[in-house]
């Protein structure tokens, strides 16, 4: 069994801090994998995987409110699982206050990466209100690199050469401070406007409007954008995610969404303004 192919390596480093108590537990999302229950073949698939190479591991499926499958060294099937639970299950330094946090300041997402044959993974990604927990960061980094540079898991990871492992700090910007900016019409910065196309992305549009450059000072565009960003904070469609539990919604959903898609580029292209002619 090519047990990289079949899990993925992220997944598999993971799994081998969890093993090694470096973190207390990861997540397998099914939604990641357009599925809904860790049931379904492709979650599963990736769970038995895992607690194949790590028979110590279990996995929990069976608790409220459900975020995917939990991998740890105990069960915590049966139990409600809050969000801040859930960050401090899953070893997250900033888990305390996460679902009061106030989403409408600046705030920092700290990332710890592994570098690895000229490839980065993302491992872990928690939002902070500040830089104050960045040392415990850096413990997790610097025990994961000697976990998983240990000799006994040379054959576990087939080869790969891990280069490093390092935290990353980056602005998390919240979409209602994008919106305030783009009502109180202040100059989008350059992240921001990065932060608008992960929001494109995050509702699966195709590259034609993930890359749309749209004109920031154009009141019909900056309407459409106030629109997208409206719908990201307050989704309608969230009560009923994962929408895979619903397959014949999914598909429906789908076709509206490209059909949305569409509508939205015609009325961008339409509405675009020529740029005034330079005076010299």
Same mark, same amino acid.
């Not at 946090?101 to 592994?114: G, P």
């Not at 209100?129 to 054959?155: G, S």
């Not at 995050?202 to 890359?211: A, G, I, R, V």
């Given at each position: *069994?090519? %047990? ?17 108590? &470096?973190?207390?537990? *990861?997540?397998? !999302?099914?939604? =990641? ?6 049931? =379904?073949?492709?979650?599963?698939? +990736? &769970? ?8 110590? $591991? ?22 409600? %699982? ?6 401090? +299950? ?21 990332? %710890? ?8 993974? !993302? ?11 960045? /040392? ?10 000697? &976990?998983?540079? =240990? ?5 576990? $990871?087939? #080869? ?58 154009? /009141?019909?565009?900056? #309407?459409? $954008? ?10 309608? $469609? ?5 929408? !895979? ?8 959903? =789908? ?26």
């Amino acid at each position: *069994m090519n %047990i990289i192919k079949e899990i993925g390596i992220a997944t598999l480093i993971n799994a081998i801090l969890v093993n090694e108590n &470096v973190r207390p537990a *990861m997540l397998v !999302q099914p939604a =990641d994998y357009k599925e809904a229950k860790g049931t =379904d073949k492709k979650t599963l698939t +990736i &769970v038995n995987g895992i607690k194949k190479i790590f028979p110590e $591991l279990v996995s929990s499926d069976n608790y409220n409110t459900y975020q995917g499958t939990i991998i740890s060294k105990k069960s915590y099937d049966n139990k409600f %699982i809050s969000l801040d639970e859930m960050g401090k +299950i899953l070893g997250y330094p900033c888990y305390k206050g996460f679902e009061k946090i106030n989403r409408e300041n600046m705030l920092a997402t700290i990332s %710890i990466i592994v570098s690895y044959n000229n490839i980065e993974k !993302q491992l872990i990604a928690n939002v902070c209100k500040d830089k104050r927990t960045l /040392k415990k960061f850096n413990l997790i980094a610097a025990k994961a690199y000697e &976990v998983l540079t =240990d000799k006994k898991y040379a054959n576990i $990871l087939q #080869g790969i050469k891990i280069n490093k492992v390092y935290v990353e700090v980056e602005k998390s910007i919240p979409t209602q401070f994008i919106i305030n900016k783009l009502m109180t019409n202040k100059k989008i910065s350059t992240e921001e406007k990065d932060e608008i196309s992960n929001i494109l992305a995050n509702f699966e549009f195709s590259d034609n409007l993930y890359d749309y450059e749209f004109q920031y000072n154009n /009141k019909i565009h900056k #309407g459409i $954008l106030l629109n997208i960003l409206l719908n990201n904070k307050y989704d309608i $469609l969230s009560p009923f995610y994962p929408i !895979q539990y619903y397959p014949t919604q999914q598909k429906e959903v =789908d076709e509206i969404k490209n059909n949305l898609e569409n509508a939205l580029i015609e009325v961008l292209n339409k509405t675009k303004t020529k740029p005034k002619p330079k005076k010299y």
